[in-house]
């Protein structure tokens, strides 16, 4: 696998851009014409070939550029990465997720050579070769979870289960939809989710809950989730709002399909095998309006979800204010024809079930 890494920016000038084949394996979140909360798991073993789902940790032509991004956002606040003492065993399982996921998945970027606790890490496209101990927080510039976490894109939680609960207890969160690490650090399944509007009264939770309370080693899972944003802007943490809510502003007819984008979150499930916690990492894939209407599909579904999605929701995904202008640009896209069932661009082309996840 050939990828060619981006020279790009997330703020400022923002010059991210996402090539052709970003845009064909970018993971749109609606399967029907409508959109209402619900569980929707189902299994990470894999999906069809190069798309998102593919390996256990996408790497992406963003990867280079995201991480650099992650690197000047833990440079300005150091709190977007917090982990508890009693959860530096999960740090050291998910280092070693991570790693071998990597080394076997992508073994043209990355490598990794053990030889009993002495382990060497080879990070290609970072220039990173480092020589640890495993289990010897010593031996390693930061502790284990930041060390790994600094070289993989999307931001992770790191849940201990206890009291048949998870409990937020550690992190590195720096690409967020508005919500804050250092405010849940410590915090419950419900306490953390508890500004989420509507979901809680459908018993969503409580069901994702049991779900997630389930999750074996070796059998993760996966779901989507999705929010707006103005601009291709990773960080919209609730500490920077005054730098990127006021960008909303900015938005006019004219420029919203440029500007206007639909930030869709890949969150994975992970349990960790010595200290039984619950990894959640969530993996953030931006796509401007004017690239999702590039698939006719696409272009019809969003505009009928944007148009129905209750006013709830639409203020709590980030889009109330713009509503109508994205709905005005969205309807010149909508011709009105049936969509087939499915996130997929066209049903002829549309890998079958059994072929998601294998």
Same mark, same amino acid.
């Given at each position: 696998?050939?990828?060619?890494?981006?020279?790009?920016?997330?703020?400022?000038?923002?010059?991210?851009?996402?090539?052709?084949?970003?845009?064909?394996?970018?993971?749109?979140?609606?399967?029907?014409?409508?959109? %209402?909360?619900?569980?929707?798991?189902?299994?990470?073993?894999?999906?069809?070939?190069?798309?998102?789902?593919?390996?256990?940790?996408?790497?992406? +032509?963003?990867?280079?550029? +995201?991480?650099?991004?992650?690197? %000047?956002? =833990?440079?300005?606040?150091?709190?977007?990465?917090?982990?508890?003492?009693?959860?530096?065993?999960?740090?050291?399982?998910?280092?070693?997720?991570? %790693? &071998?996921?990597?080394?076997?998945?992508?073994?043209?970027?990355?490598?990794?050579?053990?030889?009993?606790?002495?382990?060497?890490?080879?990070?290609? $496209?970072?220039?990173?070769?480092?020589?640890?101990?495993?289990?010897?927080? #010593?031996?390693?510039?930061?502790?284990?979870?930041?060390?790994?976490?600094?070289?993989?894109?999307?931001?992770?939680? &790191? =849940?201990?289960?206890?009291?048949?609960?998870?409990?937020?207890?550690?992190?590195?969160? #720096?690409?967020?939809? !508005?919500?804050?690490?250092?405010?849940?650090?410590?915090?419950?399944?419900?306490?953390?989710?508890?500004?989420?509007?509507?979901?809680?009264?459908?018993?969503?939770?409580?069901?994702? =809950?049991?779900?997630? =309370?389930?999750?074996?080693?070796?059998?993760?899972?996966?779901?989507?989730?999705?929010?707006?944003?103005?601009?291709?802007?990773?960080?919209?943490?609730? +500490?920077?709002?005054?730098?990127?809510?006021?960008?909303?502003?900015?938005?006019?007819?004219?420029?919203?399909?440029?500007?206007?984008?639909?930030?869709?979150?890949?969150?994975?499930?992970?349990?960790?095998?010595?200290?039984?916690?619950?990894?959640? $990492?969530?993996?953030?894939?931006?796509?401007?309006?004017?690239?999702?209407?590039?698939?006719?599909?696409?272009?019809?579904?969003?505009?009928?979800?944007?148009?129905?999605?209750?006013?709830?929701?639409?203020?709590?995904?980030?889009?109330? !204010?713009?509503?109508?202008?994205?709905?005005?640009?969205?309807?010149?896209? !909508?011709?009105?024809?049936? #969509?087939s069932f499915g996130v997929w661009p066209d049903s002829d082309t549309e890998p079958a079930?059994?072929?998601?996840?294998?």
């Open positions: 696998m050939n990828i060619q890494f981006n020279d790009e920016t997330f703020r400022d000038d923002y010059s991210f851009k996402n090539s052709q084949r970003a845009i064909d394996r970018f993971p749109f979140p609606f399967h029907e014409d409508s959109y %209402m909360y619900s569980v929707n798991m189902e299994q990470h073993q894999g999906g069809p070939v190069d798309s998102v789902y593919e390996k256990r940790f996408d790497v992406d +032509e963003h990867y280079v550029s +995201e991480m650099r991004d992650r690197e %000047m956002v =833990l440079a300005d606040d150091p709190l977007r990465c917090q982990s508890l003492p009693h959860m530096t065993l999960a740090g050291w399982d998910l280092l070693e997720l991570i %790693m &071998v996921s990597k080394s076997e998945d992508y073994p043209e970027l990355f490598e990794l050579h053990r030889d009993g606790a002495n382990w060497h890490w080879i990070n290609k $496209p970072l220039g990173i070769n480092d020589r640890f101990v495993f289990m010897d927080d #010593t031996t390693l510039p930061y502790g284990p979870m930041e060390y790994i976490t600094r070289q993989t894109q999307g931001d992770f939680c &790191v =849940l201990d289960q206890r009291e048949e609960n998870l409990w937020m207890d550690a992190g590195i969160v #720096t690409t967020q939809a !508005d919500w804050s690490l250092d405010f849940d650090i410590g915090m419950n399944f419900f306490e953390w989710h508890a500004p989420v509007p509507l979901a809680h009264e459908k018993g969503i939770f409580k069901r994702a =809950l049991k779900f997630l =309370l389930n999750i074996q080693q070796g059998a993760p899972a996966r779901r989507l989730n999705w929010t707006m944003t103005v601009n291709p802007l990773l960080d919209t943490s609730p +500490e920077n709002y005054h730098k990127w809510g006021v960008q909303k502003m900015s938005v006019t007819p004219q420029n919203l399909g440029e500007k206007q984008y639909l930030r869709v979150e890949l969150q994975t499930f992970f349990r960790l095998p010595r200290s039984n916690a619950l990894v959640f $990492p969530i993996r953030c894939y931006l796509m401007s309006f004017k690239d999702i209407v590039s698939k006719a599909k696409w272009g019809r579904r969003l505009h009928r979800v944007v148009r129905d999605i209750p006013e709830e929701l639409a203020t709590y995904k980030g889009f109330i !204010d713009n509503r109508p202008m994205m709905l005005d640009f969205l309807s010149r896209y !909508d011709d009105g024809l049936a #969509t079930l059994s072929e998601r996840t294998t």
